[in-house]
T-cell receptor, first 115, second 114 residues
């Protein structure tokens, strides 16, 4: 498909486990974003990549959260030693760069449940 | 501190009537505003946007109005259709460049009654 894909769609982890969430952006999209959406809330920014460079990680809630995009396409969000408060939907979005390209295309998200 | 606020968690509208969804923001540096629509188990999909240099943008049944002095925007859907039932998120950013993060409101669940 031509859209943003994410895997897995659902992940259940025991508290203390490490998880890795994958995002495949739209081909050719330079910008890639990760957002966290808690239940009943809007998406909240976590981090931003321009190609392979992580230019903004100001939204990452703790040093247990780590993201990478080594070849400027696929990105992985890793959460170490998961806690119950990490339970949320993690959304990936991609966009073109430059003016008038602010529309971000979102993937379906990964729903993480930490028990 | 919620920089983008949607004070109505839910709204029900009769099919064929107008739906009006409201959004307020506090950060005067926001320069670009977007509305996203979200169905269950799917990611948000872009609906319509407006730059701060405009006060209105129209796309088919959807119109967004911006009142910059009041830091308020609204989305009008007319006529409302059953397929419009979804959660609508207002979002804002510092520019219309593709490298700008979005700040979202908490969403309004719109239900269209047939």
């Amino acid at each position: 498909g031509a859209g943003v894909s994410q895997s897995p769609r659902y992940k259940v982890a025991k508290r203390g486990q490490d998880v890795a969430l994958r995002c495949d952006p739209i081909s050719g999209h330079v910008s890639l974003f990760w957002y966290q959406q808690a239940l009943g809330q809007g998406p909240e920014f976590l981090t931003y990549f321009q190609n392979e460079a992580q230019l903004d990680k100001s939204g990452l809630p703790s040093d247990r959260f780590f993201a990478e995009r080594p070849e400027g396409s696929v990105s992985t969000l890793k959460i170490q030693r998961t806690q119950q408060e990490d339970s949320a939907v993690y959304l990936c979005a991609s966009s073109l760069d430059g003016p008038s390209y602010n529309e971000q295309f979102f993937g379906p998200g990964t729903r993480l449940t930490v028990l | 501190d919620q920089q983008v606020k949607q004070n109505s968690p839910s709204l029900s509208v009769q099919e064929g009537r107008i739906s009006i969804l409201n959004c307020d923001y506090t950060n005067s540096m926001f320069d670009y505003f977007l509305w996203y629509k979200k169905y269950p188990a799917e990611g948000p999909t872009f609906l319509i946007s407006i730059s701060s240099i405009k006060d209105k943008n129209e796309d088919g049944r959807f119109t967004v109005f911006l009142n910059k002095s009041a830091k308020h925007l609204s989305l009008h859907i007319v006529p409302s259709q059953p397929g419009d039932s979804a959660v609508y998120f207002c979002a804002a950013s510092g520019s219309n460049f593709g490298n700008e993060k979005l700040t979202f409101g908490t969403g309004t669940r719109l239900t269209i009654i047939p």
